[in-house]
């Protein structure tokens, strides 16, 4: 995978970051991260149709330029929409009394987050609308420099908090500037601030 390509696996990810499941996304750009191209884009293809998530044309776009065989039989089989869906979460800065206690995380993404050059790191709370394909939870923001490698900085975060404490959490890297997908733009927008870089 070239960098054109890599970079272009980071969009697709960022894009259906929030549509698909979290665990799909997480090892979709972690099998990215390790070079494990084809077994990306085969989990991404099957999870695509399994999960009934549609794509929109440009979408399907980017991933026919990151497969093999452009005309590939599993790309056909996704749905095309004309359009992203909104976003089906509402994001708050807070989450509900009983919500899961963040504050290690909150340690270990920040201090791992000053380690891969991070700017900033933000966290908000999920709550699922009733056609929402993952659970109400806490989600990570965590902001990088352009240019910065993504999915290396996502790699990073999430194995460290594996490791350190046996969680995971969604994790978003978003770069400064950038125009964000709505998922990610809505979770930004309502997150509060946790860290940031001196």
Same mark, same amino acid.
Request: charged share 20%.
């Given at each position: 995978? @070239?960098?054109?390509? %890599?970079?272009?696996? /980071?969009?697709?990810?960022?894009?259906? &970051? #929030? +549509?698909? /499941? @979290?665990d799909v996304v997480s090892v979709v750009q972690s099998q990215i991260f390790a070079g494990e191209e084809e077994?990306?884009?085969?989990?991404?293809?099957l999870n695509l149709q399994y999960e009934g998530v549609g794509i929109t044309a440009e979408e399907a776009e980017l991933i026919r330029a990151l497969l093999d065989d452009p005309h590939d039989p599993e790309l *056909?089989?996704?749905a095309v $929409? @004309?359009?992203?869906?909104?976003?089906? %979460?509402?994001f708050s800065p807070? #989450?509900?009394?009983d919500a899961p206690d963040p504050a290690g995380a909150d340690r270990v993404i920040a201090t791992?987050? *000053? /380690? *891969? #050059?991070?700017?900033?790191?933000?966290?908000?709370?999920?709550?699922?609308?009733?056609?929402?394909?993952?659970?109400? /939870?806490? $989600? %990570?923001? $965590?902001?990088?420099v352009p240019?910065? @490698?993504?999915? +290396?900085? %996502? &790699?990073?975060? &999430? &194995?460290r908090l594996w490791v350190t404490r046996q969680e995971k959490w969604p994790i978003e890297v978003v770069v400064e500037g950038r125009m964000l997908p709505a998922y990610q733009a809505a979770a930004v927008t309502a997150a509060h601030q946790i860290?940031?870089?001196a």
């Open positions: 995978m @070239d960098q054109l390509q %890599y970079a272009t696996a /980071t969009e697709v990810c960022r894009r259906l &970051s #929030g +549509r698909l /499941t @979290d077994m990306a884009l085969a989990s991404l293809l *056909a089989e996704v $929409v @004309d359009a992203a869906p909104t976003p089906a %979460y509402r807070t #989450g509900p009394a791992e987050a *000053a /380690t *891969a #050059g991070g700017r900033r790191v933000r966290r908000a709370w999920r709550e699922p609308l009733p056609d929402a394909t993952n659970p109400a /939870t806490w $989600v %990570y923001l $965590v902001q990088v240019g910065a @490698d993504e999915l +290396r900085t %996502y &790699s990073a975060i &999430s &194995s860290w940031a870089a």
